[in-house]
């Protein structure tokens, strides 16, 4: 694994084994901002002071996850955000990253990576810095996402589905997968993502998505998708 420079001067971690970047190449802030953070009404929530429930699929680097925490620590407002991944790359390559040259809160880089040095408490809600409280789970999504207990229904205003691809990662992009989604996100609640393969928008229609697709990030993909849970 090593470090990739993107477009925008942002670094992410690209994987040889899978050929694939852990953010667009394009840009890794400006598609963890635009995709993720704004697309999916956390920003706006965040900024109107309503308590905010995330779940993202991937967590990777943590970047789309300190790019929230620290607009919710801005606005002081209450965010829980729960991360699934199966794998966890080394603490001396996220050092690498310089993520707090995009962030706003001093010191929230160093949190992370103190945080991130730890043995991680799997489904352990833990309030990170205040006023944001992280849960880490540990395994495979596509599982994980169907025990009722851990993730209950209708308990998520948005979701980050920061999957690698479907050729890379197709479990995660199957129509039972996003029938999990639903169930677990809250009736208004919006699933964002970079990728807007037709069988995609397909398999999320089924499921009484409305699916649209806004620009992207500029210089980055044309369009990104939005879903919303009517
Ligand atoms: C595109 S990267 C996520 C990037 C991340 N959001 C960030 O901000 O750095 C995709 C992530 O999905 C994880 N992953 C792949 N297959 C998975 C699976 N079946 N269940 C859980 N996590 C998976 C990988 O380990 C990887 O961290």
Not at 6 to 20: I, W
Request: hydrophobic share 35%; net charge negative.
């Amino acid at each position: 694994m090593k470090i990739k420079l993107t477009n925008d001067g942002s670094r992410t971690l690209y994987s040889e084994k899978l050929n694939a970047s852990y953010h667009s190449e394009s840009g890794a802030w400006s598609e963890s901002r635009l995709v993720y953070l704004e697309h999916s009404g956390v920003d706006s929530s965040l900024g109107s002071g309503d308590t905010t429930n995330v779940l993202e699929i991937g967590l990777g680097t943590g970047m789309n996850f300190l790019v929230t925490a620290d607009r919710a620590i801005k606005f002081n407002t209450p965010l829980t955000y729960t991360a699934i991944d199966n794998f966890r790359p080394p603490t001396t390559l996220i050092r690498e990253l310089s993520l707090q040259s995009q962030l706003h809160t001093p010191g929230l880089e160093t949190a992370w990576l103190n945080y991130y040095d730890q043995p991680i408490q799997h489904a352990q809600p833990a309030t990170w810095v205040p006023p944001v409280v992280f849960t880490p789970l540990v395994g495979q999504a596509e599982s994980l996402i169907q025990d009722e207990n851990l993730l209950p229904s209708c308990s998520f205003d948005a979701i980050y589905l920061d999957a690698f691809s479907p050729a890379i990662s197709p479990e995660l992009w199957t129509e039972p997968f996003f029938g999990d989604l639903h169930r677990v996100l809250k009736t208004g609640g919006r699933l964002t993502t970079y990728c807007v393969k037709s069988v995609v928008q397909k398999r999320l229609k089924s499921l009484g998505f409305h699916v649209q697709t806004p620009a992207g990030p500029e210089g980055g993909k044309r369009q990104v998708l939005l879903a919303t849970k009517d």
